[in-house]
């Protein structure tokens, strides 16, 4: 599996828009970039994925670049409820290889 | 809620002795996916099943043993336990192997 990098930590302002950057340089043509996260000691949650268009859903929007070397999760408005470690992870979808390999992931501080 | 579930929630347990982890999956999920996290490593991939099959292994310890039965659900079995065991294990699923994975809350494991 491709590595993922990211920073350890950032804060954002209540209501201001969050942007999780993720760099992906060895990520393979049949890899998708997934992001989940995880609020204390959860069960990590999916937020969303994508191959090499950009993506939106509820939650978030996915930009993943043109080389598809790095992407960014962009969570719109903020809220102190998403304080959490995000994870950008890169998978692949067959071979018996479709498990997700979790780094350390950045832990996100939502600022009231 | 993802609709995995996993029981015991909490479980307080002896070294040396064995215990059972119970998850069952969300429905029509035929991929179930086991994780440990423990304070020091972070979330580690142990081994995924799929339509009762054994599909992927990753870091588990002989000790442990997983089984996915006809019903889909799935059970850890943790067995010689040390203190280093102590940790919480997630579990998730996914309808194929290569589709969106959810991940249940997780039982949480106290070895004494």
């Known amino acids: 599996d491709a590595k993922t990098t990211q920073p350890p930590s950032m804060d954002c302002a209540e209501g201001r828009a969050a942007n999780l950057p993720c760099n992906h340089s060895?990520?393979?043509?049949?890899?998708?970039v997934y992001w989940y996260r995880q609020i204390h000691s959860q069960g990590p949650q999916y937020i969303i994925h994508g191959l090499k268009n950009n993506e939106t859903n509820e939650m978030a929007s996915l930009i993943i670049t043109e080389d598809r070397k790095s992407s960014t999760l962009i969570l719109p408005h903020a809220t102190l409820r998403d304080t959490a470690v995000y994870y950008c992870i890169v998978r692949v979808t067959n071979f018996g290889n479709e498990k997700l390999t979790f780094g350390t992931g950045t832990r996100l501080t939502i600022i009231p | 809620d993802s609709g995995v579930t996993q029981t015991p929630k909490h479980l307080i347990t002896a070294t040396g002795q064995r215990v059972t982890l119970r998850c069952s999956p969300r429905?029509?999920?035929?991929?179930v996916y086991w994780y440990q996290q423990s304070l020091d490593q972070g979330l580690q991939f142990l081994i995924q099943y799929y339509n009762g099959e054994e599909r992927a292994k990753g870091n588990i310890l002989e000790r442990f043993s997983a089984q996915q039965f006809p019903d889909l659900h799935s059970e850890l079995n943790l067995s010689s336990l040390e203190l280093g065991d102590s940790a919480l294990y997630f579990c998730?699923?996914?309808?194929?192997?290569?589709?969106?994975?959810?991940f249940g809350e997780g039982s949480w494991l106290t070895v004494v």
């Open positions: 429905s029509g999920d035929l991929s």
């Open positions: 060895t990520i393979s043509g049949n890899e998708y």
């Open positions: 998730a699923s996914s309808v194929l192997s290569g589709n969106t994975i959810y």
